[in-house]
């Protein structure tokens, strides 16, 4: 893949809440090359919708802050944007897709109208022009009798309809980087089969690099080249999509993919599906070992005391486990 478009480092965000400091992100890199589409999954909680809000400049503060790090994008770091230049770069070069389409479309604003916007202020195309080019665009996301529905607003459209709306949105100014948080989750399942394949068509015919956030790992390995796996605010491992699906390291890993129905990914082979046990601790809580410690059937002494880093396993592949190290330590994975 080409250069870098957008490179993460030691990105940590934390919000102050009235139970004390929760470390929602905490020490997260990673980088996403040019025309890449890499997934970000992991349990509710896990930190991933604020590493992409981090991304945007969108973290509500107070009670959310970004703690350290640097978010390089085409080299320049966002953190030291001022609210305009990161305005000018939402939409035009960086866009995103929410989960609900409802709260990020305007109810009182037509659809036509929220498409063309971002045409005017980023790219001062005339009312006309940006209204026929928003047409256009609601054609190419199979929007049915587009230029009619122009003067439609949200609610008059179904849900499959809306995100269409919204990815047409998104893509409207031919941003670089995509940032899809869980497109489909509202979504039945034929609407979201829909959508993906809309969103591969998309991707093949511009050079834009997507950051895909799912708790589908069907998804994934449908969409996506390399997965992060994201555990208590920190990514535990990062491998391309076949390493993550057919080697495994992480513990937590093993058992997201157990946990995942079998009709999930290729390969599944599991015949019933196993919890992993025990939740998340609160992120307020100061933890010295390895977060996942308390769930984990494989830990030993070292886990409990000292934190691992992101191991190499392999090229592209790495886990944050001291099992790497330790490797006598893994018991026989039921
Ligand atoms: N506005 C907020 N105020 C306080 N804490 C917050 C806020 N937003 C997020 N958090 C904290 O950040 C953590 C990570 O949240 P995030 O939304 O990134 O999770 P997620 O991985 O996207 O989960 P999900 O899969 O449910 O969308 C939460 O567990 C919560 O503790
Ligand atoms: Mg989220």
């Given at each position: ?90 939409g035009?070069?960086?866009s995103m897709i929410f989960q609900e389409p409802m709260t990020s479309l305007n109810p009182v604003l037509t659809i036509g109208r929220q498409v063309a916007e971002p045409l005017m202020i980023h790219q001062?195309l005339k009312r006309a022009a940006a209204f026929e080019r928003a047409a256009e665009w609601l054609d190419r996301v199979k929007i049915p009798a587009a230029a009619k529905r122009l003067k439609d607003y949200p609610h008059e459209l179904s849900g499959g309809m809306r995100q269409r709306v919204m990815i047409a949105m998104a893509m409207v100014c ?6 899809a948080?869980?497109p489909t989750?509202a979504l039945d399942?034929t609407i979201q089969?829909q959508i993906?394949?809309l969103m591969?068509d998309l ?132």
């Open positions: 893949m080409g250069d870098k478009l957008l490179e993460i480092e030691n990105l940590s965000v934390n919000f102050h809440t009235p139970e004390g400091i929760a470390r929602a992100v905490d020490g997260v890199g990673f980088t996403l090359a040019t025309g890449e589409t890499v997934g970000l999954v992991g349990e509710s909680g896990c930190g991933k919708s604020v590493t992409a809000l981090s991304i945007l400049g969108l973290i509500p503060s107070p009670p959310g802050q970004i703690e350290a790090g640097e978010i390089r994008f085409d080299g320049q770091n966002l953190l030291d944007l001022d609210n305009e230049s990161l305005r000018n770069m939402r035009r070069y960086i001062g031919g941003p670089k980087l995509l940032i948080d869980e989750t399942v089969a993906l394949s591969t991707k093949e015919e511009v050079a834009m690099s997507v950051l895909l956030i799912t708790h589908d790992l069907g998804v994934v390995a449908q969409m996506a080249s390399r997965v992060m796996v994201m555990y208590a605010g920190q990514i535990v491992e990062e491998a391309g999509v076949v390493d993550v699906f057919d080697h495994p390291f992480h513990p937590y890993t093993r058992g997201l993919l157990k946990s995942a129905p079998r009709t999930a990914y290729p390969g599944n082979r599991s015949r019933r599906l196993i919890e992993i046990p025990g939740t998340v601790p609160p992120l307020t809580r100061q933890l010295v070992g390895c977060k996942f410690t308390e769930r984990c059937r494989h830990s030993f002494e070292l886990c409990r005391q000292q934190q691992p880093t992101l191991f190499q396993i392999s090229s592209g592949h790495r886990a944050r486990c001291w099992l790497m190290k330790y490797p006598q330590n893994r018991r026989d994975d039921a």
